[in-house]
């Protein structure tokens, strides 16, 4: 199976600041993967698939970037309403598997 | 807009075979995946398995074993079956459509139902 790590596990960032978060995969994956945004008790949102692409409804100060094994996250002028998880997903073969999350917070 | 809604038991004895069902609206079952993912403190986020719409399954092999997952386009539903759980099983169940083509994302999620292991 391939696996998928996430740093950091935190982040802290200002309100206008920017964030990375990365997502570390055991294999070649591109550009199969996703990344979601996990609100206390909600269930997960889709915001980039296809390791770049922005899904619907999902404001433009979120970046997906990378390609091979080597993926990233980032929020750019961090706004109150991204205290939230994050996760990542590939989707390049079975079984689909999710890193274990970024929790990013609010200084 | 698609909307996704499970339903499920709530409370489940260890060993007895756990059942939930997902309810969608607002769209068509024709064309898509339609995936079972579950979450829990101790392992994170974790794919089950999705049933195609041309009725098609692939499974999780940490759970191929003991995971049955059916569809009804009649009824705009489709249902998951865990057989034999136990605590370990103990998670919210969140059911999640993928789209055609190789687009194994999630994209609407259901709320999540919460379904307990324990005697």
């Known amino acids: 199976d391939i696996s998928v790590t996430q740093f950091p596990s935190t982040v802290s960032g200002s309100i206008g600041d920017t964030v990375t978060i990365t997502c570390w995969a055991s294999q070649i994956i591109d550009p199969w993967l996703a990344w979601y945004q996990q609100k206390p008790g909600r269930a997960p949102k889709l915001l980039i698939y296809?390791?770049?692409n922005l899904a619907t409804g999902v404001p433009s100060r979120f970046s997906g970037s990378g390609s091979g094994t080597k993926f990233t996250l980032t929020i750019y002028s961090l706004q109150p309403d991204d205290l939230a998880v994050y996760f990542c997903?590939?989707?390049?073969?079975?079984?689909?598997?999710f890193g274990q999350g970024t929790k990013v917070e609010i200084k | 807009q698609m909307k996704l809604q499970e339903a499920g038991p709530g409370l489940v004895k260890p060993s007895e075979s756990l059942s939930v069902t997902c309810y969608v609206s607002?769209?068509?079952?024709?064309?898509?995946?339609w995936n079972w993912v579950r979450q829990s403190a101790d392992k994170g986020l974790e794919w089950i398995g999705y049933?195609?719409?041309?009725?098609?399954?692939n499974y999780n092999p940490s759970l191929k074993s003991r995971v049955r997952i059916s569809l009804d386009t009649t009824r705009n539903q489709f249902s998951l079956m865990l057989t034999s759980v136990s605590a370990a099983d103990t998670a919210v169940y969140y059911c999640a459509r993928s789209p055609p083509s190789w687009s194994f994302y999630f994209d609407p999620w259901g709320p999540g139902t919460l379904v307990t292991v324990s005697s």
């Open positions: 296809k390791a770049s």
């Open positions: 997903q590939h989707y390049n073969s079975y079984p689909w598997v």
């Open positions: 607002n769209g068509s079952m024709g064309t898509d995946y």
């Open positions: 049933v195609a719409h041309t009725g098609d399954t």
